[in-house]
């Protein structure tokens, strides 16, 4: 299985727009220049990769301020799938 | 320059399927909103789309005709038939030729696509209904109505998402006003209620749960609907030389792009589009009373388009009434702007302003006058019409109440 975290900073890696160096989990998403497409198409990459459901609605605010929530947010939803499976 | 004036009204939507019908929902604030049942949902989240769910073609057309006719095509020809009827006016003479024929489509005919493709992807079919392309084209809609009241001159579609009506119309108001043509028949269609077009839709997560509250606090998108409407444009001297009814003036039309973003609105193109429908009219700000805004319900559309309407307007802004008749019809993309443009010359007819429904409260965002929830009697000079399609494309219609 694909480790979550590393799949998930890779996925975010491939949006982001103006930050040198690795990702770390404290770095904001607001400060990688995601623009909202990048969002949805970052949101439909993960949902494809681990098989999951963001629940995500482009009207309200992202809820994940930071690569580590959302990392974490993801692991969250890929275990919960995997105990129902 | 001739002036142009609209003789004929033509309405099929979410909550009326004439012109009447129509304006009288708007009027009374009552919505279109309801579980899907004119496509399969079962995998999908949407519970809530504005469906023409009443219409039976077989009212309409006779058995041959439906072979040709996807429902993008029906509701378009239903609601000129009603225009043109209205109008008094017969194209089985000279006159057709000089006729125009402009019907914008977002998507063109979706029920046939949807159809053909599960039948050859997911069924396996050995063969598919030889008419498929004819009826998905477009064009569809504007060939449909120029055969069935035999419309000879320029014909054609156009096709800018959200804005494919309101450049239509605006496309034909110029030919009529120059005088390139004697008379025109303008509008949109859209049928977009298909199972893999509204799965497409929810993919880019901007689609309401519940409903379409426009500039509303808490608002959660769109609501997708479907419909068609159509305008009889002639100028002002033909009409009056018939002693045709004249149900309202067009007298601005202004366009831009954003050559921005794909999908997220720019204040600066909706502001030209605005300006320039003004200047085209001659109309200075201050003459303008209403707004039926473009108003989605997104959380991007609605900020940036009250941004759009202070710059625009200015200290004006505040006096203008404002409303997103899409809070009660939903969102019919191509035909959207058509359906919009009806309820704006009724609104200057009637002397009342349609409500922005399902409105719960003040967006700090919003902070102009939408006239939430109930429509106002108030006397209209002019109005504007907002149309800003994916794709960063902005079309603006400028009409007057018609007073001789």
Request: with cysteine.
């Given at each position: 299985m694909v480790d979550v975290a590393s799949g998930v900073i890779e996925l975010i890696a491939g949006k982001v727009r103006n930050k040198q160096g690795p990702l770390q989990l404290s770095d904001p998403l607001e400060s990688l220049g995601l623009e909202s497409l990048d969002v949805l198409e970052l949101t439909f990459a993960i949902e494809e990769t681990f098989n999951i459901e963001i629940p995500f609605n482009a009207n309200t605010e992202f809820d994940f301020k930071t690569v580590g929530e959302l990392v974490h947010a993801v692991e969250g939803l890929v275990a919960k799938k995997t105990a129902s499976a | 320059?001739?002036?142009?004036?609209?003789?004929?009204?033509g309405t099929v939507s979410p909550v009326g399927q004439s012109s009447a019908a129509y304006w009288a929902a708007l009027a009374a604030g009552r919505t279109g909103f309801g579980p899907p049942t004119i496509f399969d949902a079962g995998r999908l989240n949407t519970k809530s789309v504005a469906e023409v769910n009443d219409f039976v073609a077989a009212d309409h057309f006779d058995v041959r005709q439906i072979g040709f006719l996807d429902r993008v095509s029906q509701l378009a020809v239903v609601a000129a038939r009603e225009a043109i009827g209205?109008?008094?006016?017969?194209?089985?003479?000279?006159?057709?030729?000089?006729?125009?024929?402009?019907?914008?489509?977002?998507?063109?005919?979706?029920?046939?696509?949807?159809?053909?493709?599960?039948?050859?992807y997911a069924d396996n079919a050995v063969r598919v209904h030889p008419l498929i392309i004819p009826r998905t084209m477009p064009n569809a809609p504007a060939s449909q109505i120029s055969m069935f009241f035999g419309i000879k001159g320029p014909t054609y579609a156009?096709?800018?998402?959200?804005?494919?009506?309101?450049?239509?119309?605006?496309?034909?108001?110029?030919?009529?006003?120059?005088?390139?043509?004697?008379?025109?028949?303008?509008?949109?269609?859209?049928?977009?209620?298909?199972?893999?077009?509204?799965?497409?839709?929810?993919?880019?997560?901007?689609?309401?749960?519940?409903?379409?509250?426009?500039?509303?606090?808490?608002?959660?998108?769109?609501?997708?609907?479907?419909?068609?409407?159509?305008?009889?444009?002639?100028?002002?001297?033909?009409?009056?030389?018939?002693?045709?009814?004249?149900?309202?003036?067009?007298?601005?039309?202004?366009?831009?792009?954003?050559?921005g973003d794909l999908t997220a609105p720019d204040p600066d193109g909706m502001v030209r589009a605005m300006t320039a429908a003004l200047a085209d009219a001659g109309l200075a700000p201050d003459a303008i009373d209403y707004v039926n805004a473009h108003g989605t319900g997104t959380t991007a559309n609605d900020s940036t388009e009250t941004t759009a309407l202070h710059a625009t307007f200015g200290a004006h802004a505040r006096q203008l009434a404002i409303s997103s008749t899409k809070s009660m019809v939903g969102h019919a993309l191509g035909a959207a702007g058509a359906l919009e443009a009806?309820?704006?010359?009724?609104?200057?007819?009637?002397?009342?302003?349609?409500?922005?429904?399902?409105?719960?409260?003040?967006d700090p965002a919003c902070d102009l006058d939408y006239v939430p929830n109930e429509a106002r009697r108030q006397p209209l000079r002019a109005a504007l019409s907002n149309s800003f399609a994916f794709g960063g494309l902005n079309a603006v219609l400028a009409f007057r109440r018609f007073a001789g």
């Amino acid at each position: 299985m694909v480790d979550v975290a590393s799949g998930v900073i890779e996925l975010i890696a491939g949006k982001v727009r103006n930050k040198q160096g690795p990702l770390q989990l404290s770095d904001p998403l607001e400060s990688l220049g995601l623009e909202s497409l990048d969002v949805l198409e970052l949101t439909f990459a993960i949902e494809e990769t681990f098989n999951i459901e963001i629940p995500f609605n482009a009207n309200t605010e992202f809820d994940f301020k930071t690569v580590g929530e959302l990392v974490h947010a993801v692991e969250g939803l890929v275990a919960k799938k995997t105990a129902s499976a | 320059m001739n002036r142009v004036v609209v003789t004929g009204l033509g309405t099929v939507s979410p909550v009326g399927q004439s012109s009447a019908a129509y304006w009288a929902a708007l009027a009374a604030g009552r919505t279109g909103f309801g579980p899907p049942t004119i496509f399969d949902a079962g995998r999908l989240n949407t519970k809530s789309v504005a469906e023409v769910n009443d219409f039976v073609a077989a009212d309409h057309f006779d058995v041959r005709q439906i072979g040709f006719l996807d429902r993008v095509s029906q509701l378009a020809v239903v609601a000129a038939r009603e225009a043109i009827g209205q109008s008094g006016l017969s194209f089985r003479n000279g006159l057709g030729a000089r006729t125009a024929a402009i019907i914008g489509s977002g998507i063109g005919g979706q029920t046939t696509q949807d159809d053909n493709f599960k039948r050859i992807y997911a069924d396996n079919a050995v063969r598919v209904h030889p008419l498929i392309i004819p009826r998905t084209m477009p064009n569809a809609p504007a060939s449909q109505i120029s055969m069935f009241f035999g419309i000879k001159g320029p014909t054609y579609a156009v096709s800018t998402a959200c804005a494919s009506a309101t450049h239509s119309i605006g496309q034909a108001f110029h030919l009529v006003r120059a005088g390139a043509v004697a008379c025109a028949v303008a509008g949109g269609a859209e049928a977009q209620l298909t199972t893999g077009t509204v799965k497409a839709w929810e993919a880019m997560r901007i689609l309401a749960p519940d409903t379409c509250r426009p500039f509303s606090r808490d608002r959660k998108g769109m609501v997708l609907g479907e419909g068609a409407a159509i305008l009889v444009l002639e100028p002002l001297d033909h009409a009056t030389a018939r002693g045709a009814d004249i149900l309202g003036e067009i007298v601005g039309f202004g366009m831009s792009a954003d050559a921005g973003d794909l999908t997220a609105p720019d204040p600066d193109g909706m502001v030209r589009a605005m300006t320039a429908a003004l200047a085209d009219a001659g109309l200075a700000p201050d003459a303008i009373d209403y707004v039926n805004a473009h108003g989605t319900g997104t959380t991007a559309n609605d900020s940036t388009e009250t941004t759009a309407l202070h710059a625009t307007f200015g200290a004006h802004a505040r006096q203008l009434a404002i409303s997103s008749t899409k809070s009660m019809v939903g969102h019919a993309l191509g035909a959207a702007g058509a359906l919009e443009a009806v309820a704006t010359l009724m609104a200057l007819r009637e002397g009342v302003i349609p409500p922005t429904m399902n409105y719960l409260g003040p967006d700090p965002a919003c902070d102009l006058d939408y006239v939430p929830n109930e429509a106002r009697r108030q006397p209209l000079r002019a109005a504007l019409s907002n149309s800003f399609a994916f794709g960063g494309l902005n079309a603006v219609l400028a009409f007057r109440r018609f007073a001789g």
